[in-house]
């Protein structure tokens, strides 16, 4: 089992910057990559970001060009750094892992809300 636990959400303005955080524990030897979603009300889940056990990432969407995904192996999380947020970033976050075998592990999400 994996446990996959987010953190960071809050409120920011529009134009401004926000880190979240997963923190990944159990058995996390079987795990080949963590990504980063979202969901936004009404909305079905996102998917924003990967990055792979060798630290390679990929980018979808929204992500593209004003987040970064990242991970500090020391600490077993993996950070989605966000920048220029808009209104239509308002969403749960939620962080993913999944295996070579397509399992799949969820954190519970952290919400972030921007606005004015």
């Known amino acids: 089992q994996v446990q996959l636990v987010e953190s960071g959400g809050g409120l920011v303005q529009p134009g401004g910057s926000l880190r979240v955080s997963c923190v990944v524990s159990?058995?996390?030897?079987?795990?080949?990559?963590l990504r980063w979603y979202r969901q936004a009300p009404g909305k079905q889940r996102e998917w924003l970001a990967t990055?792979?056990?060798?630290?390679?990432?990929a980018y979808v969407g929204a992500a593209k060009g004003r987040f970064t995904i990242s991970r500090d192996n020391a600490k077993n999380t993996v950070y989605l750094q966000m920048t220029s947020l808009k209104p239509e970033d308002t969403a749960v976050y939620y962080c993913?892992?999944?295996?070579?075998?397509?399992?799949?592990?969820w954190g519970q999400g952290t919400q972030v809300a921007v606005s004015s």
């Open positions: 993913n892992a999944y295996t070579r075998s397509d399992r799949v592990y």
């Open positions: 990055v792979t056990r060798d630290g390679s990432t």
């Open positions: 159990g058995n996390i030897y079987d795990l080949i990559g």
